[in-house]
């Protein structure tokens, strides 16, 4: 059973050595030059206007947040799309087409309750008004 293992941690370790080997040599190696050009800040190409500890709305983590939750579930479909096919097709596939000539709705109507199921979050959201912008 272990033996199955050992391949994959030969790998890992030989890419953390690999790692640690040229970490050591950039930090024991590289030059060493600080200047005040090199320790001030930087801020795309410009001077940094006001402090870099200011704090944000709360309403932008939640804009944050929900991007990635919808953006995440958004691509949840692309696997879905690919094996559309596969799983509404009663009979056998031959060249990418349904021999028996008859299709189910189960692929159609798994992706449409996952749908239903965004688009009831999303409604909810904008009703709280979370989304949106004063």
Do not use: H, N
Not at 77 to 86: E, G, I, Q, S
């Amino acid at each position: 059973m272990l033996q199955s293992y050992l391949p994959a941690s030969v790998a890992i370790l030989f890419g953390l050595a690999f790692a640690g080997l040229f970490l050591a040599g950039a930090i024991l190696l590289g030059p060493k030059r600080d200047s005040a050009v090199k320790l001030s800040p930087f801020e795309c190409g410009s001077e940094p206007i006001g402090s870099p500890r200011v704090r944000f709305s709360v309403k932008f983590y939640q804009v944050a947040i929900l991007f990635l939750v919808f953006d995440i579930e958004s691509a949840f479909m692309y696997p879905w799309a690919t094996v559309f096919r596969d799983i509404s097709c009663t009979g056998a596939i031959v060249r990418g087409i349904c021999t028996a000539g008859r299709t189910s709705y189960v692929g159609f109507v798994s992706m449409g309750t996952f749908i239903a199921v965004l688009v009831i979050a999303l409604a909810y959201v904008w009703k709280k008004k979370a989304i949106g912008w004063d």
